[in-house]
T-cell receptor, first 116, second 114 residues
Framework: AQSVTQLDSHVSVSEGTPVLLRCNYSSSYSPSLFWYVQHPNKGLQLLLKYTSAATLVKGINGFEAEFKKSETSFHLTKPSAHMSDAAEYFCVVSDHSGGGADGLTFGKGTHLIIQP | DGGITQSPKYLFRKEGQNVTLSCEQNLNHDAMYWYRQDPGQGLRLIYY???????QKGDIAEGYSVSREKKESFPLTVTSAQKNPTAFYLC?????????????FGNGTRLTVT
């Protein structure tokens, strides 16, 4: 079985300061992990994915995430927040063991607020 | 540009009516998916299709139906049997149905049933 927990439902940072969005997962197998971003009334857009290659994954718009197997974490970071980063972020885990019928388990999302 | 087109963006229906949401992709992807999103929740899978003329129920299929007659099209019908149909519906596709294959999403249809 697999599961994913986004540890914060809301995160607020000031523009120009670092962003940290936390995601913990559980998986019986070597998982694939994804971060998606969703702006209001839009679909989800892939930020980055981990599929057992390098543990530090670089994504679009300056975001990156580090896969830490010992901590079962896949936290999303960005060195300097921009106003356009304000959105909902979803962590997703996928392996062979199940999750939903599509093999995916979505986190409940973290709402990122950027203060001017 | 390749992508997924969902239409309409907003849809209003009276209770008891069936309604069909359109989803078209020109990415040449084999797999397509329908998700439902409610406030404060993650996405929940309604139906998915790995290949033309084949589809499987997701986690919340009751009250919904789909068809996959063409590779590029995967319409979703919300029937009157769906008890709480008001939601944001997202269509997605992937190159293939595989655990490491990322999803590409459309911009969604917001359905309101009164």
């Amino acid at each position: 079985a697999q599961s994913v927990t986004q540890l914060d439902s809301h995160v607020s940072v000031s523009e120009g300061t670092p962003v940290l969005l936390r995601c913990n997962y559980s998986s019986s197998y070597s998982p694939s992990l994804f971060w998606y971003v969703q702006h209001p009334n839009k679909g989800l857009q892939l930020l980055l994915k981990y599929t057992s290659a390098a543990t530090l994954v670089k994504g679009i718009n300056g975001f990156e995430a580090e896969f830490k197997k010992s901590e079962t974490s896949f936290h999303l970071t960005k060195p300097s927040a921009h106003m356009s980063d304000a959105a909902e972020y979803f962590c997703v885990v996928s392996d062979h063991s199940g999750g939903g019928a599509d093999g995916l388990t979505f986190g409940k999302g973290t709402h990122l607020i950027i203060q001017p | 540009d390749g992508g997924i087109t969902q239409s309409p963006k907003y849809l209003f229906r009276k209770e008891g009516q069936n309604v069909t949401l359109s989803c078209e992709q020109n990415l040449n992807h084999d797999a397509m998916y329908w998700y439902r999103q409610d406030p404060g929740q993650g996405l929940r899978l309604i139906y998915y299709s790995q290949i033309v003329n084949d589809f499987q129920k997701g986690d919340i299929a009751e009250g919904y139906s789909v068809s996959r007659e063409k590779k590029e099209s995967f319409p979703l019908t919300v029937t009157s049997a769906q008890k709480n149909p008001t939601a944001f519906y997202l269509c997605a596709s992937s190159v293939r149905h595989a655990y490491n294959s990322p999803l590409h999403f459309g911009n969604g249809t917001r359905l309101t049933v009164t």
